[in-house]
């Protein structure tokens, strides 16, 4: 039977119904600071912590609940014959009911300028202790965290007076898992404040989003989760105005789409297939980069996803709506542009408020046993960082071609080569097992546009093949990082066909 219940929450939401529910079913209410004014304010009978631990509130708060006369009504083994004697001997009663989240601890840091002392003041370490105390004990305790419990639990209360195991076991498995995130919240916080990157745990606490109707293939289960952070320019963060629910494949490409078009200040489109960049196109105006991108693999984009760093106009949309495309995601639709794109039942639109950069976060990767983390993949190179090792010197239109491939190239799966020419990928070869294999996939897509060309390449020629592949084809200038023990015979092989080579002196190998 539930006859005492402690209240101590942040989020009043719902808690008024609740409190109400529960004295009117004669269930004796205790409650600390806040949460007792805000219910007696309210006229819901409330015994104040201070009245039954015999002690004040002291330390601004923060320490009222800390006291033998509160845990050991909560942690009492009730058929247990010593801690029935002791709690009789101490005057303590149990409490049936623990009700508590935790202090605002991410919102804090979530807010801009926020102070170190500011953030310390709260992180919450009573609340804890309650819910950790009554979840283990739920053999005898009920615990509630999340206001989306309260009509579960008000129910089983007005038909048995009492919550069943099950529920009590489900609450309290809820109830760890929110101190662990709360907990992993501070950790991360407070290792960032030291500066240490790579700590001897890695502490990460993801909420779900959304089951998914299944993963890569239909026989695997999946769901989208999301770091409580919600980072701008992150799938985490967009908002789908149209268009059936997101599939696991779709989540992926969309992420590696919303990669590649921060790369570009000027307007971009990219269009992505099994993560791989296979149009990507820019201009002076949204509509020409979108001609661009589509151009570059009119095959290929069939059924593709489409990110663009500009707000969609109605324009653009039309032509866009020319394609079947499984998502487009871009920083605002145009109402018109939305309109039209909404004629396109299953089509799927996202609003992301793209950052001024790519951000620097870590990335992980799950491998059998364990997970692999890495810093995320954002070096940016500017002409003034290549280093030109052939006789010829790219011209300025050819440089321009050069940057532009190698911030495509950066996102095409090892052995990654992109061919590109006027602000548009003419070919890309992606996930070969040997470099000349890539280029020849991209040679050949991009066919007699090759002529004149830039070609960029992840990593190093371990052989001067791709250079003899690429004077064939007709290309005029390649990008690479360079460091190869045998990078004089591709820059010998550059120098017999007349093209200007350069290095960068930065690999972006992609697995």
Not at 7 to 31: C, Q, Y
Not at 288 to 307: H, L, M
Not at 407 to 436: C, D, E, F, P
């Amino acid at each position: 039977m539930i006859q005492r219940a402690l209240i101590s929450v942040s989020d009043k939401t719902g808690l008024l119904e609740f409190a109400r529910e529960l004295a009117a079913l004669g269930v004796e209410i205790l409650s600390t600071g806040g949460t007792a004014r805000f219910l007696r304010e309210a006229g819901v009978p409330v015994t104040p912590i201070s009245e039954v631990t015999g002690f004040p509130e002291i330390l601004d708060g923060r320490v009222k609940t800390l006291h033998p006369r509160v845990h050991g009504g909560i942690l009492a083994v009730r058929d247990n014959e010593t801690h029935r004697r002791q709690l009789a001997e101490h005057g303590i009663r149990p409490i049936d009911l623990v009700v508590v989240n935790l202090y605002p601890f991410r919102e804090t840091i979530a807010r801009p300028g926020v102070t170190p002392e500011e953030a310390i003041e709260r992180i919450d370490i009573g609340g804890p202790c309650l819910v950790r105390a009554a979840a283990k004990n739920h053999a005898y305790v009920t615990v509630v965290t999340d206001a989306a419990d309260y009509p579960l639990v008000l129910e089983q209360l007005k038909a048995r007076g009492e919550v069943d195991l099950e529920t009590r076991r489900r609450l309290a498995a809820k109830a760890f898992r929110h101190t662990a995130a709360y907990d992993a919240a501070v950790a991360r916080y407070l290792t960032e404040q030291a500066g240490e990157v790579w700590p001897e745990t890695f502490t990460l606490a993801v909420e779900k989003v959304q089951d998914l109707r299944y993963g890569e293939n239909p026989h695997q289960q999946a769901a989208f989760y999301r770091t409580p952070d919600r980072r701008p320019g992150t799938l985490a963060a967009a908002e789908q105005l149209h268009g059936k629910e997101l599939s696991y494949n779709n989540l992926l490409d969309a992420d590696a789409a919303l990669a590649v078009v921060q790369e570009f200040a000027e307007p971009a489109v990219v269009v992505v297939k099994h993560t791989n960049p296979c149009g990507v196109g820019t201009g002076q105006s949204l509509l020409e980069a979108w001609r661009r991108a589509y151009e570059a693999d009119p095959v290929s984009i069939f059924g593709g996803i489409v990110a663009a760093n500009r707000p969609i106009d109605a324009e653009t949309a039309r032509a866009m709506r020319e394609v079947f495309l499984e998502i487009i995601l871009a920083p605002d639709f145009a109402p018109a542009a939305l309109a039209v794109l909404k004629e396109r039942k299953n089509l799927r639109l996202l609003r992301v408020a793209l950052p001024d950069r790519p951000f620097l976060e870590l990335r992980l990767t799950s491998v059998a046993g364990g997970v692999l983390v890495q810093e995320r993949d954002v070096r940016e190179l500017t002409a003034a960082d290549l280093r030109v090792v052939t006789e010829r010197a790219p011209t300025a239109e050819e440089l321009r071609d050069l940057l532009f491939a190698w911030k495509v190239v950066k996102h095409v799966k090892s052995n990654a080569i992109v061919v590109a020419k006027g602000g548009q990928t003419l070919g890309v070869g992606a996930g070969q097992m040997n470099r000349v294999g890539a280029a020849r996939i991209a040679l050949a897509q991009a066919g007699e546009k090759a002529k004149g060309a830039a070609l960029a390449s992840d990593a190093f020629f371990p052989m001067p093949d791709t250079v003899e592949e690429a004077a064939r084809a007709g290309v005029t200038a390649i990008i690479q990082p360079g460091g190869s023990i045998r990078d004089q015979d591709s820059i010998d092989a550059a120098n017999r066909y007349g093209i200007a080579m350069v290095f960068t002196g930065v690999r972006h190998f992609r697995h």
